[in-house]
């Protein structure tokens, strides 16, 4: 089976456009090398490709400043988190987030949904205190 990252990193490669990549396929110290290597001063990658699952935790991109999410998640809080790896201590520069979505099709859908999730997250979970109480109006 052939995955959008791979389609994404052979179309870097081709237009020469050097990059790193993490998914949940590779072993921790392979993960940590692509990191190292795309934080590094004068790095030259051009793009960090990473699934949004495997880059949920523990992943620190504050040397990027644009992110592209091409395969939303029915969880909009691993999007979210996605969007949170740039935005880390040590980021000095604006972060650009950009999400392709294809119209009138099922990721349509699935962004509605979790446009939809966030909402209720905001009206039930965010308004309440420690106790489960409703906080403001």
């Known amino acids: 089976m052939v995955m959008m990252l791979d389609i994404l990193q052979e179309y870097l490669q081709l237009r020469r456009f050097p990059a790193q990549r993490l998914d949940g396929s590779m072993r921790a110290d392979l ?3 692509a990191l190292d290597h795309f934080n590094a001063d004068g790095s030259t990658d051009f793009a960090f490709l990473l699934s949004t699952r495997a880059g949920g935790l ?3 991109l504050a040397t990027a400043d644009t992110v592209i999410i091409f395969d939303s998640d029915w969880n909009p809080q691993n999007d979210l988190q ?3 790896r ?5 980021q000095t520069r604006q972060v650009n987030i950009y999400r392709l979505v294809t119209r009138n099709s099922m990721e349509e859908e699935i962004v509605e949904r979790a446009k939809r ?3 209720l997250d905001h009206l039930v979970i965010q308004r309440m205190d420690t ?3 409703t906080v403001g109006p």
């Open 31 to 33: 993960r940590k090398q």
């Open 58 to 60: 523990g992943i620190n």
């Open 82 to 84: 996605a969007m949170s």
């Open 86 to 90: 740039a935005h880390r201590i040590g």
């Open 117 to 119: 999730k966030l909402v």
């Open 131 to 133: 106790t489960g109480r």
